[in-house]
């Protein structure tokens, strides 16, 4: 039998010219990222993103969203020549951390003459003349002029569209596509919304997907995929419940958890393991990095000791920079990591994910999940799962072992998954007594 690579499969079919990218451009994808053929997702966004049409790409982590809004956003640099007065393009993105990152992607395609204003935090946006793309996180531009940094813009880029219509960043980022939107259609400028997005919840009026269909015209594009709120299908995904019948102390999760964690990092061993372990708080990062380097006393250390890092929010966005840049030169084999990592960054050789906390929702779970096999490769999920954590778990996993169902239906905060929970098992029961 011959089985087709599955990253063949999630290639598109078209080239990139076809799609609509000038060869200089294309050229340079070989060169600076040797990225040659397009992946499904940008063969089918980037014609509508280069006519200058708005659209919501919404498909599985991992599958080449960041390029379905940069390349068009390049494509433009390399048509004007000259210095502009104003960015064209501005990024808006829930974490600082993936400020930095979109701002790499950029400069490694644009070339290092380029300016890209990456802004978090309070840090200042800094306009230099060729300042081309502004990558931002929408609080950091609050003070800031806003009519004066939007005059120029053409592409407005929402990337983790649904982090940032929730939450801390709502606000900021309504009020962004506001101004937008009223400039929008003045002038002689054509400006266009691109939307990127693994999970997009749609349903209630406040989800994100709802927010979206409202602020954007009728006529927009909306891409997805056949694996559009699933995880993919290279990643493989076990349970492992930690349950004590007669707790000795009162941390034996965290006892218990430490002592599987210790298992499955031996058996996850090998010359190429890269692995990811999540969990909810600083205070549980730093326990599991302290417990993972002590190891290095006994007599033989365990493999990953002196190449264990941990990362979260008590650390300075540089520090946590260091630390991805170590993971992607393969310095670092084991991070420790709370959710600042979980969505949109991308360290491609990511073997395995461990969720040692198990994650609050369904779309934490597909978020951590995506960090590893990404861009089709393999790559595997273990999750450790308290009796707190049952009911999510069993609709994870009800999702994972049906593939008919996606993540769609179980998106829903915990509240309202137990009351769906619940009204399934009653209709299950009555169905059964009749
Ligand atoms: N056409 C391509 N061919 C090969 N690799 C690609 C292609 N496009 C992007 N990639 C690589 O795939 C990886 C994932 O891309 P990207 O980070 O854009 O995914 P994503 O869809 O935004 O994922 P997430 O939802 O997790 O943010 C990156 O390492 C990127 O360089």
């Not at 499955?264 to 730093?286: C, K, M, P, W, Y």
């Not at 979260?312 to 993971?327: C, I, P, T, W």
Request: aromatic content about 6%; charged content about 20%; proline content about 4%.
């Amino acid at each position: 039998m011959f089985r087709v690579p599955f990253f063949a499969c999630r290639r598109g079919r078209s080239t990139f010219i076809d799609c609509g990218l000038a060869p200089e451009l294309c050229t340079r994808l070989i060169d600076k990222l040797g990225i040659s053929t397009p992946t499904v997702v940008q063969s089918k966004s980037l014609r509508a993103v280069l006519e200058g049409r708005h659209v919501v790409v919404n498909a599985e982590t991992g599958s080449g969203k960041t390029l379905c809004y940069l390349l068009p956003s390049i494509q433009a640099l390399l048509r004007i020549s000259g210095r502009q007065s104003s960015p064209h393009s501005l990024v808006l993105v829930p974490t600082p951390d993936l400020a930095v990152q979109v701002g790499e992607v950029f400069l490694s395609v644009a070339g290092p003459e380029v300016h890209c204003s990456v802004v978090y935090g309070s840090s200042r946006l800094s306009l230099l003349p060729h300042t081309h793309l502004v990558v931002a996180t929408p609080t950091s531009l609050m003070n800031y002029d806003l009519q004066r940094l939007l005059r120029g813009v053409q592409l407005m880029a929402l990337d983790e569209a649904d982090a940032l219509l929730t939450g801390g960043q709502k606000t900021a980022t309504s009020q962004l596509l506001k101004m937008f939107r009223n400039l929008t259609g003045r002038g002689e400028l054509a400006r266009q919304v691109i939307v990127a997005a693994a999970t997009l919840p749609g349903g209630g009026p406040q989800t994100a997907g709802s927010l979206l269909a409202r602020w954007l015209p009728r006529d927009t594009v909306y891409v997805t995929t056949s694996l559009t709120h699933h995880t993919v299908s290279s990643s493989h995904h076990t349970f492992t419940y930690i349950t004590e019948t007669t707790p000795t102390s009162r941390d034996w999760p965290a006892e218990l958890k430490l002592s599987q964690l210790k298992r499955d990092l031996e058996d996850l061993h090998g010359n190429q393991s890269r692995i990811l372990v999540f969990v909810n708080t600083q205070s549980t990062a730093e326990l599991v990095y302290q417990h993972l380097i002590e190891m290095g006393g006994v007599t033989t250390p365990p493999w990953w000791v002196g190449q264990v890092r941990q990362l979260h929010g008590g650390m300075s966005v540089e520090e946590r920079g260091e630390v991805v840049r170590g993971v992607r030169e393969g310095e670092v084999r084991v991070l420790v990591a709370t959710d600042l990592v979980s969505r949109g960054i991308d360290l491609p050789d990511i073997t395995a994910v461990v969720q040692f906390d198990f994650p609050e929702n369904s779309a934490h779970y597909l978020h951590r999940a995506g960090r590893t096999a990404r861009a089709g490769k393999e790559g595997q999920v273990l999750s450790y799962m308290e009796e707190k954590d049952r009911d999510l778990g069993q609709e994870i996993r009800r999702v994972l072992d049906d593939r008919s169902l996606s993540f769609q239906e179980i998106f829903s905060r915990n509240k309202m998954l137990r009351r769906k929970i619940k009204a399934r098992k009653s209709r299950q029961s009555n169905t059964l007594q009749h």
